[in-house]
T-cell receptor, first 116, second 115 residues
Framework: AQKVTQAQTEISVVEKEDVTLDCVYETRDTTYYLFWYKQPPSGELVFLIRRNSFDEQNEISGRYSWNFQKSTSSFNFTITASQVVDSAVYFC?????????????FGQGTELSVKP | AAGVIQSPRHLIKEKRETATLKCYPI?????VYWYQQGPGQDPQFLISFYEKMQSDKGSIPDRFSAQQFSDYHSELNMSSLELGDSALYFC??????????????FGSGTQLSVL
């Protein structure tokens, strides 16, 4: 069965600190996709990144970086030099490639609060 | 760039009433998905459509139905509304052929409140 676990319910940091959001997933498929979405207080879901199971190369995009490790079934997300505008709920999600329709299984979300 | 459009943004209904939520996917996107997000919860998959046919079904109550029309927009119909249906309803769209899970873009959601 598919499952995504974000053990950190809430994280609070002070601006300019680095913060890592953890994501652990379970799937029986060898081909799957992992995602991170940001949900700011306004409510929309903002796509951040998609990673397929065959690409374990870590990715950096500005202050954001992602560490994908198949050996530990983890796809962690790090924000460097956090800013107040990073305050949001962050969801990690999993989709199995054989699953038609792109159904995403979301983790419970991590609420990040960045204080000035 | 055009995004997924959902209407209305907010909807207030009373118990046992019906509601219709609309979703207009990104142009050329042929797949539409509906998700329900309760307060403080993660989004839960309801149903999806590809080329106007239902492609997958999740935890969608029998009181709900949905369809995708010839212009690819989709409507989620909810009847006999219950207090527990109060949630943020997201629509998302994607285009097939680029890897079915390549990019899944969400609309801003419809906040449904059942009183």
């Amino acid at each position: 069965a598919q499952k995504v676990t974000q053990a950190q319910t809430e994280i609070s940091v002070v601006e300019k600190e680095d913060v890592t959001l953890d994501c652990v997933y379970e799937t029986r498929d060898t081909t799957y996709y992992l995602f991170w979405y940001k949900q700011p207080p306004s409510g929309e879901l903002v796509f951040l990144i998609r990673r397929n199971s065959f690409d374990e190369q870590n990715e950096i995009s500005g202050r954001y970086s992602w560490n994908f490790q198949k050996s530990t079934s983890s796809f962690n997300f790090t924000i460097t030099a956090s800013q107040v505008v990073d305050s949001a709920v962050y969801f990690c999600a999993l989709s199995e490639a054989l699953n038609q329709g792109g159904k995403l299984i979301f983790g419970q979300g991590t609420e990040l609060s960045v204080k000035p | 760039a055009a995004g997924v459009i959902q209407s209305p943004r907010h909807l207030i209904k009373e118990k046992r009433e019906t509601a219709t939520l609309k979703c207009y996917p990104i142009p050329r996107h042929d797949t539409v998905y509906w998700y329900q997000q309760g307060p403080g919860q993660d989004p839960q998959f309801l149903i999806s459509f590809y080329e106007k046919m239902q492609s997958d079904k999740g935890s969608i109550p029998d009181r709900f139905s949905a369809q995708q029309f010839s212009d690819y927009h989709s409507e989620l119909n909810m009847s006999s509304l219950e207090l527990g249906d109060s949630a943020l309803y997201f629509c998302a769209s994607s285009i097939s052929g680029e890897g079915m899970n390549e990019k899944l873009f969400f609309g801003s959601g419809t906040q449904l409140s059942v009183l």
